[in-house]
């Protein structure tokens, strides 16, 4: 194995692999090699050892259900998905795809982004669970988590007697998105607990279906970085990347809509998927994570970009309701 023009010590790892590497050259955050098989990443695995097995095993059921534009894990020498460096840090070498992040500012790329993870959800479902399959904890329970965080750094902001500008902003609309929190919470644990009881099918997600693991190529587009996948509804991801554009579009209709119907025109949601979404939609996370940040940070300097994002917030929510309340008659959940 000939090595050319990286000193790192986690170079010397790809000798554990049988392959035959070219050169290699540093990326963000992981290695990339040349081999005549193509580009290689070897990259610090970033979840649970245990994990791995499943994260490959839904790798490989979705390739041979025919969706074929996601990465795929090599096997070591002693074929074992994961290889360990003399401190004990784990390592994952994968494919590669040349190409670069999904555009959020392009809607074409983003409704196209929209098929790719219907087409990679009709592949990820199965009747009965994949083997060795996480579950991720349901919305509701999430929220009951966040909900508890809140009920505490209010308190917590109530007893400071000294308060910069950000906390008496964040005070005055505490209330508000808190009490907001707790009705959604308590709708969606109803609503939730019922589509469990009927379900069907048993589903996979990406679990971080966001634009840094949606790769455009010249071949379409691929999916990458699968560490946080889990069995759960599809709308996990769907959420998680309808939430972020809708955010930086100050919540616009057109969008949030454009998003569904692209992903309804490959995979049809069931009305309760719908109603899910609206409940992900609907709850105050984006608030919620400003008070985690604010909380678990110093409290001696707060970054005045903690105000800005804050007063967007509270900005958009006048638009966002609007849109929630349009989304509940156009999918029939009024």
């Known amino acids: 194995m000939g090595v050319i023009a990286v000193n790192d010590r986690s170079v010397s790892l790809l000798e554990n692999y049988d392959i035959e590497v070219l050169r290699t050259w540093k990326g963000r955050g992981a290695i990339l090699c040349e081999t005549p098989q193509g580009t290689l990443i070897l990259k610090e695995y970033a979840g649970h050892k245990e994990k791995a097995l499943f994260q490959d095993a839904l790798l490989n059921m979705v390739r041979d259900k025919g969706f074929e534009n996601v990465e795929n894990i ?103 998105f808190f ?21 069907e099918k048993h589903f996979i997600c990406h679990g971080d279906y966001q634009h840094h693991n949606i790769i455009v190529c010249e071949g379409g587009i691929h999916l990458i970085n699968f560490e946080k996948c889990a069995s759960d509804s599809p709308v996990r991801d769907l959420y998680l990347f309808m939430r972020k554009l809708l ?64 007063s967007k917030v509270t900005g958009q929510e006048p638009e966002k309701q609007a849109f929630l309340e349009k989304f509940k008659t156009r999918y029939g959940l009024s």
């Open 247 to 310: 955010e930086k579009n100050n919540w616009a209709e057109k969008i949030g809509f454009e998003l569904v119907s692209s992903y309804d025109k490959i995979r049809p949601m069931e009305k309760e998927e719908y109603r899910q979404l609206y409940y992900r939609l609907a709850y105050p996370e984006k608030f919620w994570k400003i008070v985690n940040f604010y909380y678990n940070s110093g409290k001696a300097w707060i970054p005045g970009k903690n105000l800005e994002k804050l």
């Open 74 to 176: 090599l096997k070591n020498k002693d074929q074992e998905l994961l290889t360990q460096d003399q401190d004990g840090t784990y390592y994952v070498l994968k494919t590669y795809f040349e190409g670069r992040e999904c555009n959020v500012r392009d809607m074409n790329e983003c409704s196209l982004a929209m098929n790719t993870l219907a087409r990679f959800h009709n592949a990820a479902c199965r009747d009965t669970p994949l083997p060795g399959a996480y579950a991720a904890r349901p919305a509701h329970a999430e929220f009951e988590r966040h909900n508890k965080e809140l009920r505490r750094v209010r308190k917590y902001l109530k007893d400071r007697s000294q308060k910069t500008d950000f906390e008496i902003c964040l005070l005055q609309n505490y209330d508000y």
């Open 179 to 199: 009490n907001l929190a707790l009705q959604i919470t308590e709708e969606l644990r109803f609503f939730q607990n019922e589509a469990l009881r009927k379900q």
